[in-house]
T-cell receptor
Framework: EAQVTQNPRYLITVTGKKLTVTCSQNMNHEYMSWYRQDPGLGLRQIYYSMNVEVTDKGDVPEGYKVSRKEKRNFPLILESPSPNQTSLYFC??????????FGPGTRLTVL | AQTVTQSQPEMSVQEAETVTLSCTYDTSESDYYLFWYKQPPSRQMILVIRQEAYKQQNATENRFSVNFQKAAKSFSLKISDSQLGDAAMYFCAYRSARGDTDKLIFGTGTRLQVFP
């Protein structure tokens, strides 16, 4: 089954404790992105990748890191999480600029 | 920079009736994609319909259709014969077709309620 998976689905952590949210797709897509969703703000792009080893900033990259060492994986790293990073996070992938397929979301709470 | 505006935070419709959700966008690019996504309470993002800017014909998918007005930069979604399962948040999104970037911009969403 073609899908984008994210782990964990739910995470509660404390300020400053490094964490990684994994994202994996099995559709051999070149493009991958991370978004955060906050009430009243819609989805905002954090980072995107157009190919292996190629990443670029979206609209809200501060406080986040990404890497793309393999085509199928695109982890999101929060090296020192803060409460303002409490949000719902989505990973998505696509074949070039065609339709994006979204993962199920990760609900992150930073205390 | 591109922007996407959904001016209706909430809409409601009676079952079997028709409703139209509005979306306007701003861009200086001539080639791009536009999307409508549905987000039910499960939070999963589900593609409803897509439109390629260079195609003048409005996209349709069963009960869902768009009114794409490129000159006016308007991209509204019409849902016909509304069903209870259509109740969700709906997001309009813009995606550049430029080869050197993959920025995708979402609107703030419209919450659709469907009444029996």
């Amino acid at each position: 089954e073609a899908q984008v998976t994210q782990n964990p689905r739910y995470l509660i952590t404390v300020t400053g404790k490094k964490l990684t949210v994994t994202c994996s797709q099995n559709m051999n897509h070149e493009y991958m992105s991370w978004y955060r969703q906050d009430p009243g703000l819609g989805l905002r792009q954090i980072y995107y990748s157009m190919n292996v080893e190629v990443t670029d900033k979206g609209d809200v990259p501060e406080g986040y890191k990404v890497s793309r060492k393999e085509k199928r994986n695109f982890p999101l790293i929060l090296e020192s999480p803060s409460p303002n990073q409490t949000s719902l996070y989505f990973c998505a992938s696509s074949q070039q600029q065609d339709t994006q397929y979204f993962g199920p979301g990760t609900r992150l709470t930073v205390l | 920079a591109q922007t996407v505006t959904q001016s209706q935070p909430e809409m409601s419709v009676q079952e079997a009736e028709t409703v139209t959700l509005s979306c306007t966008y701003d861009t200086s690019e001539s080639d791009y994609y536009l999307f409508w996504y549905k987000q039910p309470p499960s939070r999963q993002m589900i593609l409803v319909i897509r439109q390629e800017a260079y195609k003048q014909q409005n996209a349709t998918e069963n009960r869902f259709s768009v009114n794409f007005q490129k000159a006016a930069k308007s991209f509204s979604l019409k849902i016909s014969d509304s069903q209870l399962g259509d109740a969700a948040m709906y997001f309009c999104a813009y995606r550049s077709a430029r080869g050197d970037t993959d920025k995708l911009i979402f609107g703030t969403g419209t919450r659709l309620q469907v009444f029996p």
